[in-house]
């Protein structure tokens, strides 16, 4: 069983930036993040293989949100650049048990979240 732990959220104002950590505490494959709003469902944001050669994300934060892995460092990244107020969310972190697509669903991880808020 691994364990994954975020960091990184805070409040910031829009259009600045925020760096979020998941330390992980043992080997995982595809790695993702979700973020959730009060009242919302959960939505996918991005998700990197395991070498880091694949990326994919959802189109509102294209441009905007870079996923990165350290995987000497069982860690996982999200920087977050030009904020919006509708980036506002928990935001959580998770793995596969087994490698895979970065499209894949079949997450078996997940942390606690970490909150983000963005003011205008």
């Known amino acids: 069983q691994v364990q994954l732990v975020e960091s990184g959220g805070g409040l910031v104002q829009a259009g600045g930036s925020l760096r979020l950590s998941c330390a992980a505490s043992?080997?995982?494959?595809?790695m993702g993040w979700f973020r959730q709003a009060p009242g919302k469902e959960r939505e996918f944001v991005a998700a990197?293989?395991?070498?880091?050669?694949?990326?994919y994300y959802i189109d509102s934060v294209k441009g905007r949100f870079t996923i990165s892995r350290d995987n000497a460092k069982n860690t996982g990244y999200l920087q977050m650049n030009s904020l919006k107020p509708e980036d506002t969310a928990v935001y959580l972190c998770a793995a596969t048990r087994w490698p895979g697509v970065v499209t894949t669903t079949d997450y078996t991880y997940w942390g606690q979240g970490t909150q983000v808020t963005v003011s205008s």
């Open positions: 043992g080997r995982t494959y595809v």
């Open positions: 990197i293989s395991r070498s880091g050669s694949s990326t």
